[in-house]
């Protein structure tokens, strides 16, 4: 079938860079190209920018700061206020599109990248039967892209309502409810506060393994900023020097379910485990608000089986387990992931046997996820102008 890149309202098929993914990555590493000459087109499966961000829970906000979570070229308002709110990075996303005039085209998703025939660029399978080649790939699909639930024993006998937490939008539903949160990473430690904020009748928090949990701010100092110093430090080192911190900003939530964990903060970042930032989980546990359990194990007649042994029935469970970079498909194929799905390289470096296809935002980085986008948007465009040279096209206006 012929390169369609001209239906669907695609630019002519004169190779260009091909971005996969209209999120801050995506949208930040179009920019770092088009700001070099280099033609980018972002490539969006939904129908406008940002969607994973538009669909989170209504009481996100960023846990990083507003001037270290701003896109090259464009910074976020101050009006924002220092942890910017869901709404207010979808309207950023928005207007950085906008502001940069990015080639974005929407409802086009992407199937298969594989090289072409005559192995100089990358042939893209897209929505409709569409075949676009472009001299270089980036993608950018997100870290968050794929729900992840456990397959949990006899979870079908279990008639109450169940959703992973990527359906919660908030507590309104449950207000007056018996809720069970499966999983104690950000997304579920906070989920637990607005239930119980919002009016549930009894929370749960279902946790396998004690996380880290942080101050987001300890005496006007962001937790992010000592992520930034610390990201090129050695292992050991940040988890002694973590240790002294967590004792004096955290309190001691043993008697409460929430042992301290015996693996240090920066291991556990190394594992891929991100320290909990606390936006209310303290004090909710230590008041008895949010009630901490064991794992979960499985289901049975219409009960939760937890790890200690215990059954419970709540009206409702919120699995916060995670996502899957959901690649496999995509990439798969090429030699460029590693056992679990992910990306072998990122940012600026390519493997030999896959020149030039680029991957960002699939790191869970302690110094920010926006931030390293933006570093990792400028190694990708150096990278793509430095190796692809004058097979790229170039603008010209």
């Given at each position: 079938m012929p390169d369609s890149t001209a239906s669907a309202g695609l630019p002519p098929a004169d190779r260009p860079v091909y971005v996969i993914g209209g999120g801050p990555g995506g949208l930040a590493t179009a920019y770092a190209l088009r700001a070099r000459g280099v033609r980018a087109v972002v490539l969006e499966r939904s129908d406008r920018v940002g969607a994973s961000w538009r669909r989170h829970y209504d009481r996100l906000r960023l846990h990083t700061t507003r001037r270290l979570s701003s896109l090259p070229g464009l910074p976020m308002p101050r009006r924002f206020g220092r942890w910017p709110a869901r709404d207010d990075v979808v309207r950023y996303l928005e207007k950085y599109a906008e502001h940069h005039r990015l080639e974005v085209v929407t409802g086009v998703e992407v199937s298969r990248v594989e090289r072409t025939p005559d192995g100089t660029g990358w042939l893209l399978h897209a929505t409709g039967g569409r075949r676009l080649t472009g001299t270089a790939v980036v993608v950018a699909t997100g870290y968050n892209h794929t729900p992840y639930v456990p397959q949990w024993p006899g979870r079908d006998t279990y008639t109450g309502?169940?959703?992973?937490?990527?359906?919660?939008?908030?507590?309104v539903p449950y207000a007056g409810r018996?809720?069970?949160?499966?999983?104690?990473?950000?997304?579920?430690?906070?989920?637990?506060?607005?239930?119980?904020?919002?009016?549930?009748?009894?929370?749960?928090?279902?946790?396998?393994?004690?996380?880290?949990?942080?101050?987001?701010?300890?005496?006007?100092?962001?937790a992010q900023y000592t992520g930034v110093l610390?990201?090129?430090?050695?292992?050991?080192?940040?988890?002694?020097?973590?240790?002294?911190?967590?004792?004096?900003?955290?309190p001691d939530l043993s008697p409460h379910g929430l042992p301290r964990p015996d693996t240090g903060l920066y291991s556990r970042v190394a594992e891929g485990a991100i320290p909990v930032q606390d936006a209310g989980l303290i004090d909710a546990v230590r008041r008895g608000r949010v009630e901490v359990v064991a794992a979960v194990d499985g289901f049975e007649a219409g009960k939760v089986l937890l790890a200690d042994g215990t059954r419970t029935a709540p009206d409702a469970v919120i699995a916060a387990t995670g996502y899957r970079r959901g690649l496999e498909d995509l990439v798969g194929h090429l030699g460029v992931l590693d056992a679990a799905g992910r990306p072998l390289l990122h940012g600026g470096r390519t493997r030999p046997d896959a020149p030039g296809l680029y991957f960002t935002g699939f790191t869970n980085p302690i110094s920010g996820m926006l931030r390293e986008l933006s570093i990792d948007a400028r190694r990708i465009a150096r990278a793509v102008t430095k190796n692809a040279g004058d097979r790229v096209p170039r603008l010209t206006g």
């Open positions: 309502e169940f959703l992973h937490a990527s359906a919660y939008r908030n507590p018996d809720v069970l949160v499966v999983g104690v990473g950000n997304t579920g430690a906070e989920i637990a506060v607005d239930l119980v904020e919002g009016g549930a009748s009894r929370v749960r928090l279902s946790v396998r393994t004690a996380p880290h949990i942080v101050r987001r701010a300890t005496a006007g100092w962001p610390v990201r090129r430090l050695p292992v050991g080192l940040v988890d002694r020097l973590a240790r002294p911190v967590a004792r004096l900003s955290v």
